[in-house]
């Protein structure tokens, strides 16, 4: 089993920032990709961005230009940092990773964390 832990979330301003970061916990694991995805209030799950092992990014259309993904190997974390945060960036944010433990295939979410960006 592979764990994940989001932390960064909180209350901001309208274009303010903030940075998330998902920690993955476990044994014997190696992660594939890792990605963000954020569901607002009364809606569905959406996909923000993706970070493959080798660094390849890709994002929404609505985030691009103003969210980075970025990962730390060694740390098995991956961070997004939010700049000019827009009030429909409001929304619970989760962690998603995919890759093998102990030669099978995992795919762990984390717990999510609440943004909520004021106007």
């Known amino acids: 089993q592979v764990q994940l832990v989001e932390s960064g979330g909180g209350l901001v301003q309208a274009g303010g920032s903030l940075r998330l970061s998902c920690a993955a916990s476990?044994?014997?694991?190696?992660?594939?990709?890792m990605a963000w995805y954020r569901q607002p209030p009364g809606k569905q799950r959406e996909l923000v961005a993706t970070?493959?092992?080798?660094?390849?990014?890709s994002y929404a259309d609505s985030v691009k230009g103003r969210f980075t993904i970025s990962r730390d190997n060694a740390k098995n974390t991956v961070y997004l940092q939010m700049n000019s945060l827009k009030p429909e960036d409001t929304a619970v944010y989760h962690c998603?990773?995919?890759?093998?433990?102990?030669?099978?295939?995992?795919?762990?979410w984390g717990q999510g964390t609440q943004i909520t960006v004021s106007s």
């Open positions: 998603n990773a995919q890759g093998f433990a102990s030669f099978r295939w995992f795919d762990s």
């Open positions: 476990g044994s014997n694991f190696k992660i594939n990709v």
């Open positions: 970070i493959t092992g080798g660094d390849s990014t």
